[in-house]
């Protein structure tokens, strides 16, 4: 074996593991990559039981598949972070991560040390954040054009979908959306055989105890408690005594009193985290009370925040009826609605902040659900361009910006500089593979968006994939949350650097071992 042949073989294992991790990262991002742009395909997921899922959602993709590869894994968790944090942009962000790892292993075996690559990258990825934030544009309010535009193109152009976000923004209003603790995501419910509705107020998932009786109640009071509605509870071995049954009996008398204090407070719906006795049940149904058990906390939170309810423990129905009374809440309107099988509590004509339920209808399972998907991702894409601003889509900004850290590049002294131009070149790959999902040549085509780039002194110009014409991306509508942009391009870069900081795996022994 000749001298040449020796170094390449000494090459190739130097770099096994950096390159075993890279097909990895590269595997997983082939699946989403397809998904990108307005000609970008569905992925069809197979279960173990031949259940099938078609999507174009990238979170939803990267969730389900079947991954093992631990460099993978931490690439799918740019998707998990990205959903966690914004709840859109996921695809872009893994593409972006993809290109990163490509990039920064294409230096690395090319005899730069990984280190400087990794700082490199840093380096770029912070002043890309800030060169994307300079282009920031601000919206001016619910009814400012550029924020339908970006809900509709989030909203993957569904017009039936874009109306309903945007009218659940207006009656939620800028203020609550610009709470960072608010999920306009949330509040959206996928149920078939219903139609699109924006209702103000709470949507319940569970059914009541006595759907066939539960009538509806105006101005009622509510009650919520973290817990069951039972007796205190006594020590079995306690009830064998004459003073432990005694005992039983009072708490029994406690209870039943408790009740009868509900009844007089007018309390007429009673949501509960756990169960409920059968002798409270009987007593609810004798006196007109709805009761809703195994609600979820979060449910119950809602509820609270809407209605004034203080969430109680069992043990504070024993106080009087002045103290119980100001921790019980009020709805204007509560009412089962036997069509969609939910129970409705409507939010007061007072409320500044007005809680919003989203219902998204279809006709079959399948259907809702990727309807619900894309209200999510159009709901928080809407909530996300309020709080931080939108940018030109379509990759165009990432172009832009690419082409300006190339010029810095070309003054940065030293190895990092090597990833800087990784960083440069990762961020031309959202534009290249939205060209190449629409039948483009994407060098051809990137050059042609550059030159008018430059012509125009504006990062708005990109390709019209139907036509294959440069347009101005900002006149057309196609626009994307700053936020999405910003939060997934760190994202991205914290997992490249991960991955290729990498030089060996090693499997750890089982506990215990």
């Keep these: 074996m000749s001298q040449g042949q020796h170094s390449q073989v000494d090459g190739d294992e130097r770099y096994s593991t950096l390159l075993n991790n890279s097909n990895a990262v590269r595997a997983v991002t082939s699946a989403v990559e397809g998904t990108l742009g307005p000609k970008g395909l569905d992925v069809m997921l197979v279960g173990p039981r031949g259940e099938v899922v078609i999507t174009n959602d990238g979170v939803t993709i990267l969730d389900k598949m079947d991954v093992t590869h631990p460099a993978a894994r931490l690439l799918i968790q740019v998707a998990r972070a990205q959903q966690e944090k914004i709840g859109d942009g996921t695809t872009t962000a893994t593409v972006l991560a993809g290109a990163l790892v490509q990039e920064g292993v294409s230096r690395i075996t090319r005899g730069v040390p990984a280190s400087k690559v990794v700082e490199g990258l840093r380096q770029g990825i912070e002043k890309s954040m800030e060169l994307l934030t300079k282009r920031v544009r601000l919206i001016d309010g619910l009814d400012d054009p550029l924020l339908e535009r970006t809900v509709y193109v989030a909203g993957r152009e569904r017009k039936d979908i874009v109306e309903l976000i945007m009218q659940a923004a207006r009656k939620a209003g800028i203020t609550r959306l610009q709470d960072p603790s608010y999920s306009l995501a949330d509040s959206i419910i996928a149920l078939e055989n219903a139609e699109n509705e924006v209702f103000e107020g709470v949507l319940l998932r569970q059914r009541p105890i006595f759907a066939r009786e539960s009538k509806s109640y105006d101005n009622a009071k509510v009650l919520v408690l973290f817990d069951s509605l039972e007796p205190d509870e006594i020590d079995e071995e306690a009830l064998t005594t004459e003073a432990g049954f005694a005992q039983y009996m009072d708490l029994r ?261």
């Excluded at 159009?378 to 709080?387: F, G, H, I, K, R």
């Design 253 to 513: 008398k406690l209870f039943a009193s408790d009740l009868e204090r509900l009844s007089e407070l007018s309390v007429k719906l009673i949501l509960l985290e756990k169960g409920i006795h059968p002798d409270a049940e009987q007593f609810c149904l004798d006196h007109g009370m709805m009761v809703v058990p195994r609600v979820s906390r979060a449910d119950l939170r809602r509820v609270s925040d809407m209605t004034g309810a203080t969430p109680l423990r069992r043990k504070a129905l024993h106080k009087d009826s002045k103290e119980l009374a100001v921790l019980l809440g009020d709805t204007p309107r509560v009412a089962y609605d036997e069509g969609i099988e939910k129970i409705r509590l409507s939010c007061g004509s007072q409320d500044k902040d007005r809680i919003v339920t989203v219902i998204v209808g279809a006709s079959t399972s399948e259907v809702v659900g990727e309807a619900a998907r894309i209200a999510g991702d159009a709901a928080s894409a809407l909530q996300a361009a309020v709080s931080g601003g939108v940018l030109p889509g379509g990759g165009t900004s990432e172009l832009a910006v690419s082409y300006e850290l190339e010029r810095i590049r070309e003054a940065q002294k030293g190895m990092e500089a090597f990833g800087m131009e990784a960083v440069s070149a990762a961020l031309r790959k959202p534009m290249s593979q939205i060209l190449l999902n629409a039948g483009y040549n994407p060098l051809e085509k990137m050059e042609e968006v550059r030159a008018a780039q430059i012509r125009a002194d504006s990062d708005c110009m990109g390709i019209d994939c139907d036509s294959g014409r440069v347009v101005d991306y900002e006149e057309l509508g196609v626009l994307d949350p700053a936020p999405v942009k910003l939060h997934g391009l760190r994202a991205a870069g914290e997992v490249a650097a991960a991955v290729l900081r990498i030089h060996h795996v090693i499997k750890m022994k089982e506990i215990g071992e």
